[in-house]
C-alpha cells in the first residue's frame, strides 16, 4: 500500500514538473511571437517614410531614376519577405538603396534645407533606432527560447510537442553590415551645383617710389 502511494506521489510530482515545463516553453515561444510583432511594427512605420521621402528627393533631382527605383522594388522585397531571415535580407538591400537616395540628396543643398525633408529625416533616423533596439530584443527572447528548447529537460518535450527553433534577425552578408557604398551604376549624372568661383588672379597695381629730390 505505502508503496502504490509512493508511485503516485512520484507520478503526480513527474507530471507536474511536465506541465511546468511545458508552460514554460510556451510562454518563451510567446515572448519570440511578441517581440517579432513589434519589429514588424517597426519596420512598417519604415516602409511608409520611404515614398515620401523619395517623393521630396525626386522634386530635385528627376533625373535619378534608377536610384528611385532601387529604393522603390527594395521597399517591395522587403514587404513581401516572409521570416526573419529572409526579412533581415531584404531590409540589408533596401538599407543600401537608402544609402544612395541620401547620397543624392547630398548634392542638393536646398533640398536638405527643407523642412518637409529635415522632417522625414529625423523621422526616419528614430525608426531605424526604434528598428535596432526592437531586433535586440527579440534577438534575445530567441536565444532564450533556442536554449530553452535544445538543452534538458525542455529538449525532452520539444519534438513532441512541436517546438522548433526560430530564425535570428541579423544580416548575414558581411557586405551588407557595411555602409552603403554611394555607386549609382547606370542612373544620369546628379546635376550638382558647382560651387561659386572665387577670384584666384590678383591685380597687380603698379607701384611706384618717388625718390626726394636732393
Same mark, same amino acid.
Given at each position: 500500500?505505502?508503496?502504490?502511494?509512493?508511485?503516485?506521489?512520484?507520478?503526480?510530482?513527474?507530471?507536474?514538473?511536465?506541465?511546468?515545463?511545458?508552460?514554460?516553453?510556451?510562454?518563451? =515561444?510567446?515572448?519570440?511571437?511578441?517581440?517579432?510583432?513589434?519589429?514588424?511594427?517597426?519596420?512598417? =512605420?519604415?516602409?511608409?517614410?520611404?515614398?515620401?521621402?523619395?517623393?521630396?528627393?525626386?522634386? +530635385?533631382?528627376?533625373?535619378? =531614376?534608377?536610384?528611385?527605383?532601387?529604393?522603390?522594388?527594395?521597399?517591395?522585397?522587403?514587404?513581401?519577405?516572409?521570416?526573419?531571415?529572409?526579412?533581415?535580407?531584404?531590409?540589408?538591400?533596401?538599407?543600401?538603396?537608402?544609402? =544612395?537616395?541620401?547620397?543624392?540628396?547630398?548634392? +542638393?543643398?536646398?533640398?536638405?534645407?527643407?523642412?518637409?525633408?529635415?522632417?522625414?529625416?529625423?523621422?526616419?533616423?528614430?525608426?531605424?533606432?526604434?528598428?535596432?533596439?526592437?531586433?535586440?530584443? +527579440?534577438?534575445?527572447?530567441?536565444?532564450? +527560447?533556442?536554449?530553452?528548447?535544445?538543452?534538458?529537460?525542455?529538449?525532452?518535450?520539444?519534438?513532441?510537442?512541436?517546438?522548433?527553433?526560430?530564425?535570428?534577425?541579423?544580416?548575414?552578408? *558581411?557586405?551588407?553590415?557595411?555602409?552603403?557604398?554611394?555607386?549609382?551604376?547606370?542612373?544620369?549624372?546628379?546635376? *550638382?551645383?558647382?560651387?561659386?568661383?572665387?577670384?584666384?588672379?590678383?591685380?597687380?597695381?603698379?607701384?611706384?617710389?618717388?625718390?626726394?629730390?636732393?
Amino acid at each position: 500500500m505505502i508503496a502504490l502511494i509512493v508511485i503516485l506521489v512520484v507520478v503526480v510530482l513527474i507530471a507536474l514538473l511536465l506541465i511546468a515545463l511545458f508552460n514554460r516553453l510556451v510562454r518563451a =515561444r510567446n515572448r519570440v511571437d511578441n517581440a517579432w510583432a513589434q519589429v514588424e511594427v517597426q519596420l512598417k =512605420r519604415r516602409w511608409d517614410l520611404i515614398p515620401n521621402l523619395v517623393e521630396t528627393v525626386k522634386g +530635385y533631382a528627376a533625373h535619378e =531614376r534608377g536610384t528611385f527605383e532601387a529604393v522603390t522594388q527594395a521597399r517591395a522585397a522587403a514587404q513581401n519577405a516572409r521570416g526573419p531571415a529572409e526579412s533581415a535580407q531584404a531590409e540589408g538591400i533596401l538599407s543600401q538603396a537608402l544609402g =544612395r537616395l541620401f547620397a543624392v540628396a547630398e548634392a +542638393y543643398p536646398e533640398l536638405r534645407a527643407t523642412e518637409n525633408f529635415q522632417q522625414l529625416q529625423a523621422q526616419l533616423n528614430e525608426t531605424e533606432n526604434k528598428v535596432a533596439v526592437s531586433r535586440q530584443v +527579440y534577438n534575445d527572447t530567441v536565444l532564450t +527560447y533556442n536554449n530553452a528548447i535544445q538543452t534538458f529537460p525542455g529538449a525532452v518535450l520539444a519534438g513532441p510537442f512541436g517546438f522548433t527553433s526560430r530564425e535570428f534577425f541579423e544580416i548575414d552578408d *558581411a557586405a551588407q553590415r557595411d555602409a552603403p557604398r554611394v555607386d549609382f551604376g547606370t542612373s544620369g549624372p546628379s546635376a *550638382a551645383p558647382a560651387p561659386p568661383a572665387e577670384a584666384t588672379a590678383e591685380s597687380a597695381a603698379p607701384s611706384s617710389t618717388s625718390e626726394p629730390s636732393a
